[in-house]
């Protein structure tokens, strides 16, 4: 049995949990390089290898934070199943971006996903990844290194050049007087983008809404009308059901 890495950047856990998914349904225990609040450390993968790299579309683009905290990892030709998880709009040049991404760093690409998950803006799709969803994933990586070393590589839709994205929302998060200055928004930041008093928040935040999800005390909100007339027509606007897509 080849020893399986996960690799991901998962600001709120869609990813996680389809990538998690797959290594499951290849048996044994899976090593972790969560990328998410840090970069990778500098690994070179061998051939009898299998590593599932993950990461969410921002704007039909991976995220650049997350091009760059891949930059540590090569391979002599580890077996590569790559992932991106989208809230339900389009993936656009994202699954592509890093499949190139990978195949530049020295893995041999054997499939890719694009997978719906809960959008981190308005009411989209806010079950997903559902039980199905996860059984279709694990389905999906079995499959993909059934084919064997010597089958081609899976045709990944896309354009090069990638078109503009990858750099995160412009919605910053709001404090409200429930926050007790706890420092978990400060350490869960992915671009490390909130001060330490927990309540600044620079023009680095990507709007992934983390802290939002992870405050003990529910103080980090998007509690205006701006924002919530902008989710209620994007919920009304994507609010037809995706299904996912498998490469292999």
């Known amino acids: 049995m080849k020893k399986v890495t996960l690799v991901y950047f998962s600001p709120t856990g869609n990813t996680r949990k389809s990538v998690e998914a797959m290594a499951a349904a290849l048996g044994g225990a899976a ?142 998060p709001l404090t409200s007087d429930a926050c007790v200055r706890c420092g978990l928004c400060v350490k869960e930041c992915p671009v490390h983008a909130i001060a330490d008093d927990c309540v600044t928040i620079a023009d680095t935040c990507l709007s992934c809404f983390r802290c939002i999800r992870r405050c003990p005390k529910g103080a980090k909100n998007m509690d205006t009308e701006a924002y919530r007339s902008f989710a209620a027509a994007f919920s009304e606007k994507l609010k037809n059901r995706r299904e996912n897509e498998y490469y292999c």
């Not at 039909?60 to 580890?78: H, N, W």
């Not at 195949?103 to 996903?113: D, L, P, T, Y």
């Not at 994933?137 to 050049?161: E, T």
């Open 31 to 172: 090593e972790v390089l969560d990328v998410t609040t840090q970069p990778a450390p500098t690994r070179r993968f061998g051939r009898d290898e299998v590593v599932i790299m993950g990461a969410p579309v921002y704007a039909g683009r991976i995220p650049a934070v997350a091009r760059e905290r891949l930059a540590g990892l090569s391979a002599d030709g580890a077996t590569c199943l790559v992932v991106v998880t989208y809230g339900n709009r389009h993936y656009d040049d994202a699954l592509l971006e890093l499949a190139d991404l990978a195949a530049a760093q020295g893995f041999a690409v054997a499939g890719g996903a694009a997978l719906v998950g809960r959008h981190t803006f308005g009411e989209i799709q806010t079950e997903r990844p559902d039980a199905a969803d996860l059984a279709a994933d694990a389905a999906f990586a079995v499959r993909a290194l059934s084919r064997g070393g010597n089958a081609p590589a899976p045709a990944i839709p896309g354009n090069r050049p990638y078109r503009e994205g990858g750099s995160g929302g412009k919605f910053r």
